[in-house]
């Protein structure tokens, strides 16, 4: 037993259960099994956050509406108050200014809000479109037998003689 002392032979068997042991670390650690169990918590994980970012964004821009309306009618709530002053305050020649769409463009705004509220019936400004270029009174129409583009009916091809 001189090529086998004990030191070698403990060295030996050592290596061998050191490397068992590390074989089933590394198969438990790194099994497929493991790899898909953590895949799915990350997945779970990263699906929560999704959702509550989306929440998140969802909230944010309701309560942006929500602020936005109120500002717009805080914004007309200001505006007629200062109708009304200028008009108490004022002398009669500033009145039709203030209620004049060109003296404000929010003028014309505040009139869509008002009429969204409360009139949403506007039957009485649509028109038919115009798909055709109006006419003079004194000219004939498109439509007429006798329009034409450029062509005189007194023209007539020339005959080249032989």
Request: aromatic share 10%.
């Amino acid at each position: 037993m001189d090529y086998f002392s004990a030191g070698w032979l403990l060295a030996l068997v050592a290596f061998f259960v050191g490397a068992g042991v590390g074989f089933f670390i590394y198969k438990i650690k790194y099994s497929d099994d493991a790899r898909s169990e953590k895949l799915q918590e990350e997945l779970t994980r990263v699906t929560e956050d999704f959702e509550n970012y989306k929440q998140s964004v969802t909230e944010h821009f309701s309560k942006t509406s929500e602020l936005v309306n109120n500002l717009t009618e805080d914004y007309v709530k200001v505006y007629k108050h200062l109708a009304t002053s200028a008009e108490t305050l004022t002398d009669v020649q500033i009145t039709p200014q203030l209620n004049s769409p060109k003296s404000s463009p929010m003028v014309a705004f505040i009139n869509d809000v008002e009429d969204a509220s409360g009139n949403t019936d506007k039957t009485d400004s649509i028109e038919p479109p115009k798909d055709y270029a109006p006419k003079e009174d004194t000219s004939e129409g498109t439509l007429s037998e006798s329009y034409s583009v450029g062509v005189k009916k007194t023209d007539t091809p020339k005959k080249e003689s032989a």
